[in-house]
Structures are given as C-alpha cells and as structure tokens.
C-alpha cells in the first residue's frame, strides 16, 4: 500500500513510483524514477511538476508494484518468439525478436482485458513485425494490485494458450510469370518483374526464376508449371486478370490443375487479384495495381503465405472490411488502417 507524505518532509525517502513530467508538444516520460532518493535539490522541480506529495511504499502480503505486475503478465502472453522490453511508468512493450506475422488471440484477450485492473493492448491481428516492432503493452492501473488477479491471467494462458503470437516468416523461393504479349514482344518495359523482386526480397525470401510470356492460355499454363517444376514455392502471374477478352491468366491457372480458391477480393487497390493453390504451392494473381500503387492486397497476403497461414475464400472475404486504401501522400504502410 502507499503512504502519503509532504513534500516538505520526503528528503531521503525513496519514491514509490515513477513520477512523470509532461512538456507539451516535446516530451512525455518519467522525471523521477521509482526508488530515487528524494534531495533537497529536487523539491522545486518536483513542485513545478505539481507534485506537494509523494507516495512512499508499505508494502502488503498479497500485492504487487505495477512493474512486477505488468512484468508477469507480459510474461504470460508473450512467447519465445518475443522480447520484453523494461518497465517505463508501469508499462512494459513486448517486441518481435523476429521478421514475421503478428497473430492474436481476439478472445482470449478480451477475457484478460476482463480481470480488473488489467490492460493489455496488442497491435491488429496479421501485422507485420520485424525485429524491435512493439507488438503490445501490458501494464496494471493502480500503483499496487492484489496479486490475485495477476493469477487469473496466468491461469487463463496456460489454459488457453498465449494472446499474442509471432509466426516467422520462412524464405522461400518464388517464381514470377509476367504475362502481356505488349511486353513479351518488347512494346513497352516491364514493371511487374522489379516490383515483385522488391516485395519478396523485403520479407525475407528470394525469386528463384521469372518468365515473360505473351497472351496465350497455354504459354501461361507451361510457364506456371514450369516454375513448379523449378522448385519455386510460391508462383506470381503478373497482369492479365482484368476482364479484357485478351487477358486469359484466370483460364490459363486453371488449366495447370490448380484449385481456384477466389478470384476478386473487397480490396482496393488490387480488386482483380487472383489467389490459387497448386497442390501445396500458392499461385497470387497480381493485377496492374501492384506496379501503381506503394500498397495493395499483395502486401497484405504475401506475408500470410510467407507465414504458412492458410488463405481461404473466407479469409479473402473478410478483407472487405479495412480493404480501403486512402492512397495517402508519402505511403506508411503498414502503419496505417489498410487491411485492418
């Protein structure tokens, strides 16, 4: 429990807490750290802070300091895959340590947000992390907690499972199939081939091959097979999936053998997108918007393939609800509510 004593009288007693200066518009963070020694030196930053009283700690069977508490439970819901960061104002960040995708446990992390005096918010469920990306924070309201419901959580999770996991991405091989006679036939440069190398390359994995073939089903179809039979993991068509009479791709994937599982998604840019799977080998239909836009649903996707996460017509479907791009100036994707 806490004791409140005069400012006036607290030299050389130590602080039970974090004590938190705010400048507006510069800084926010904690002035005064949990167990300084109060010093005659420090009383008139102190009042300038509004602060005539400090809290001193009594400490009780049964209760838990902020940090402790909010070090346990991040403990809890966090896994191998993550890192904790050190408690600043009761608050501790829970990081990725690896390049991979953010899955949350929705329900079980309403029901610990249920204990009382637990906080613990996570980023959207299949964000992106890469290694330092703050992934949640968990801290308790009150300065101490009965211990008891620090408990609850812990039960909750080794019951349930963890809130909050990271799934690696792994590196794998992708193969890239550039359709359009305009640019097999050297008409104009291809943009297809460069964007999908730089999106691959940024999540970890590498193009093992890539093709440009014209407008003919049957080109598509040996080109895609073609790209299986070299080992590729995961297969692009790039263009030719809008609904011109000369664009056959949608055709020339199923021709392969290959089960279309959607072909259009509620996500804009990138509406005509196609995904497939080829027995275990994803085939992403990437339409023109991929070369005209910063994001589009093959950001949002790629890394779900990457993760090994199935994708299915559900799945897709689902997107429609944050699958508005604002098409912002200075692109900060994912960091915005694009496919939320």
Known sequence: MLKKVKLSEAVGMPLGHDVTKVVPGQFKGPAFRRGHIVRQEDIPELLSMG????????????????EEAALRLARAVAGPEMKLGGPKEGRI???????????????????????????????????????????????????????????????????????????PLKAKQVGVVITGSEVFKGRIKDKFGETMRRKVELLGSVVNHQAIVPDDEGLI????????????????VCGGLSVDPDDVTVEAVAKTGARIVSYGAPVMPGAMFLFAMLGDIPILGAPAAVIFHDATIIDVILPRVLADQPVGRDDIIALGHGGLCLDCDGCAYPICPFSK
């Open 221 to 236: 179809t040996r080109a895609v097979l073609d790209m299986r039979d070299r080992g590729s993991e995961v297969i692009f």
């Open 51 to 66: 602060k005539e009283h400090i809290y001193i700690i009594e400490e009780e069977d049964n209760e838990l300091h902020e």
């Open 93 to 167: 960040n829970i990081e990725s340590a690896v390049l991979g995708l953010l899955r949350v446990n929705k329900d079980l992390l309403y029901e610990v947000n249920s204990v009382p005096d637990v906080v613990l918010a996570t980023q959207h469920d299949y964000a992106l992390c890469h290694p330092g990306t703050v992934v949640a924070g968990t801290k308790v309201i009150p300065l101490y907690v009965p211990e008891t419901g620090v408990k609850d959580v812990e039960e909750l999770c080794r019951q349930k499972g963890r809130v909050i996991t990271v799934i």
